[in-house]
């Protein structure tokens, strides 16, 4: 391959530093208590950085590399890592190639070089991923990966720094230690997105009510989103004099005001255990990525003149001021590096990428099967239990059983929830481990991602499952991603409980009774529980949190609202929804069948079950036999059951209460027919609409009668 051309930045670097002067006379160095040979380290850093930015431009235009959104013009934040421990946790934005080289100048026998040009290349010996993505991560560095878009890690980024003071609360084991702090770094677009600006005011939230939250924002300001400004002066005007927010600001071309800063504000969050905001100067050189094409938005001048802001030019600038080098040392070791990373480059340009979808898949197929291994068998008990009470002691046995579990949500700790679903659990467990959140569902789901990939067992509730679909992002893009994006290095267990479904009598309309679950059911690697016997529903819980306990899983975990208090089945007082507490284990991926009869398999789940089973009486009456087959797991799906089951009868009726469109049973009928399910088959389901209020919800959820008529034409027709 022949060498890569010189960017513009390139010729105004060596142009400008060849025609320095070595001082006459050394000047003394700077009162900075950055030292010379720190110093020196971080211009390697912010070497490294740049020239892995001008690889990864050249080995696109190779058609070797992958990734071309560099750091440059961002190698300031080396001072941030500098200032910080190698045991700190560090959640990085995509610029972040300076911070990632310090760090790893931190640790002995890491080469950064490698690990990011492995990361471009997509690699299968990249040291995180992989090869599944270009991401700033490393286990033995405490950097954990991060997709980073939108500030989709500062949630996670607030669990974490309340994860490390609340296991040492506990007594239980934390990855990180007791005086660590964590940091997030992110630009200054991304600071306007919701998430971001979430995540920094529950950071604060939890400040104001003196619980620990040592958490260094750092908000690397470039001025600009792609194409899109910020206006001068926003992040200073919006976070410069915010209260409980301590502030700092540094300018990121200038490596000893970042480093003296960046100490100053990472030792405060360490001494006080609050909050603060690194607001880093910086400026954004040659694109957003390789392939914007800057002069579309950007006058050729202006982006000329950002070149004197160069944060590497300007590290060179002082050291050869205070004669620590001179300017052909600069030259020699700018192009020193340069050769380095072009040499790494051409060596690794071969190395072997993913080949196949088992080699894709492998970190989310082993946490299923390791998952899918799990067999918990809870205590038995004699008392017939409703629904919600079962849930109620699954969660009192298992905050007995994990020291390191916590509950949290919306109203679940003093009031026990909406529903009375966790009433006496922080009686009984503390407050430390049982507690109400602020409402902000990317908050608490958040604060599970960072509590789990720090050791703890978070079972985090949201109220609704309609709450769920404004922090998603958190679940798909950041908590199911970071085993995939790890190759299961890194793992956030967490099991989510929600309430959800259709059928609520009391509280109305959409936002009390959703019955879509499309947002979770394709998201790789996430497990979906969906019990509605009250003996089932405890057992999947353990179920759950064992798979969460010991591989990592993150489980989703669906209530359904109108089965809470449910007693009875068919008649009034026949108390024949009521279970004893189980002694049996519920493995995941596996189904629970009612009847033996030959001429129809229902297959259901949820309120399904409750409807599909006094449908089957109804039919039994006309001399139809049924069988009702619970999945119980929506994700994975009871396949193999679901397969047998339906071979029985030959005559399958899906019950979906989910929405005809996007609901559970379009999946269900094409598994059966992936499986060479050859029968007749038939499908009833909600109508593709929200739910209104009071009984006008009845037209169109779907009910006992259409499931009947469902049935029976199915058995008639073509009979």
């Given amino acids: 391959m022949a060498g890569p051309r010189k960017e513009a930045l390139d010729d105004h670097f060596t142009t400008v530093v060849s025609q320095l002067s070595a001082p006459a006379v050394r000047q003394a160095w700077p009162d900075t208590a950055l030292s010379t040979d720190m110093a020196l380290t971080l211009f390697d850093a912010q070497l490294a950085s740049r020239h892995l930015d001008l690889a990864a431009r050249w080995l696109r235009a190779q058609g070797k590399g992958f990734y071309t959104i560099g750091s440059s013009g961002h190698e300031g934040n080396a001072a941030v890592a500098a200032a910080l421990r190698l045991t700190d946790p560090a959640l990085l934005h995509y610029r972040s190639g300076g911070f990632y080289a310090a760090r790893a100048a931190q640790a002995c026998g890491t080469d950064p070089i490698r690990d990011v040009l492995l990361g471009v290349l997509a690699a299968t010996s990249e040291p995180i991923s992989g090869g599944r993505h270009k991401v700033f991560g490393r286990h033995d ?245 409703t629904l919600a009470l079962a849930v109620n002691r699954a969660l009192h046995d298992v905050l007995a059983e994990y020291p390191e579990a916590l509950v949290f949500g919306e109203d679940v700790a003093r009031k026990g929830g909406v529903y009375g679903v966790t009433r006496g659990l922080q009686a009984a467990a503390g407050p430390a481990r049982v507690f109400d959140t602020l409402l902000d569902e990317q908050t608490i789901l958040g604060l599970a991602l960072g509590a789990g990939v720090s050791g703890l067992l978070p079972i985090p509730e949201i109220q609704y499952l309609a709450y769920l679909h404004n922090a998603a992002d958190q679940i798909r893009g950041e908590g199911a991603t970071l085993q995939f994006f790890s190759n299961r290095q890194y793992r956030n267990p967490m099991v989510v409980r929600i309430a959800g479904y259709g059928y609520q009598k009391g509280f109305g309309g959409h936002f009390h009774n959703d019955n879509s679950i499309a947002a979770i059911r394709d998201i790789p690697g996430v497990v979906i529980a969906s019990p509605a016997r009250p003996d089932d529903a405890a057992a999947m819980l353990h179920t759950c949190v064992a798979a969460a306990k010991t591989a990592g899983a993150l489980c989703v975990y669906l209530e359904p609202i109108a089965l809470y208090h449910t007693k009875d089945l068919h008649e009034d007082g026949d108390q024949g929804w009521l279970a004893p507490y189980p002694g049996q284990p519920v493995p995941i991926g596996r189904a629970r069948t009612y009847g033996d009869g030959n001429d129809l398999t229902i297959l259901t789940f949820g309120n399904g079950l409750w409807m599909s089973l006094r449908v089957a009486r109804r039919l039994e009456q006309r001399d139809i036999a049924v069988r009702v087959v619970d999945l119980r797991w929506l994700a994975p799906l009871p396949v193999d059951d679901m397969a047998r089951e339906a071979a029985a009868t030959g005559r399958v009726l899906i019950v979906d209460e989910t929405r005809q469109t996007g609901g559970v049973g379009e999946g269900v009928l094409a598994e059966l027919l992936a499986r060479g399910y050859t029968g007749r088959v038939e499908r009833v389901a909600s109508a593709d609409s929200f739910i209104p209020l009071g009984d006008a919800a009845l037209q169109v959820l779907l009910s006992e009668d259409t499931i009947e008529a469902a049935a029976v034409k199915l058995l008639t027709e073509g009979s």
């Avoid at 991060?146 to 296991?167: E, Y």
């Avoid at 950071?203 to 003196?210: I, M, V």
């Avoid at 006080?272 to 050729?300: C, I, N, Q």
Wanted: charged share 20%; proline share 7%; aromatic share 6%.
């Fill in 141 to 385: 560095l405490n950097v954990i990966p991060q997709t980073s878009t939108i500030a989709s890690h500062l949630p996670r980024a607030v669990g974490v720094a309340f994860a490390i003071a609340r296991a040492r609360k506990l007594g239980v084991p934390c990855a990180w230690p007791d005086d660590a702090v964590t940091v997030c770094s992110f630009g200054d677009a991304s600071a306007n997105h919701s998430t971001a600006v979430g995540a920094i005011n529950a950071a604060l939230h939890a400040a104001y009510q003196g619980l620990p939250m040592p958490l260094l924002f750092v908000c690397e300001d470039n001025g600009i989103g792609i194409s899109t400004r910020t206006p001068r002066g926003w992040i200073a005007n919006a976070y410069g004099n915010r209260p409980g927010l301590q502030y700092f600001a540094a300018d990121g071309s200038d490596l000893s005001s970042a480093y003296d800063t960046a100490q100053a504000a990472a030792d405060w969050v360490r001494r006080h255990r609050k909050p603060a905001f690194l607001h880093l100067s910086t400026v954004r050189l040659m694109g957003h990525a390789g392939s914007d094409y800057e002069p579309s938005y950007r006058r050729p001048e202006e982006i000329v003149a950002d070149f004197d802001r160069d944060p590497v030019l300007n590290t060179a600038k002082m050291l050869v001021a205070h004669g620590i080098l001179s300017p052909d040392q600069a030259l020699q070791r700018y192009e020193d590096k340069r050769a380095e990373v072009i040499d790494c480059a051409r060596e690794l340009s071969a190395a072997p990428q993913l080949g196949s979808a088992e080699a894709v898949l492998e970190p989310l197929r082993e946490a299923l099967d390791e998952a899918k291994e799990v067999s918990v068998a809870p205590a038995a008990g004699d008392t017939p239990l």
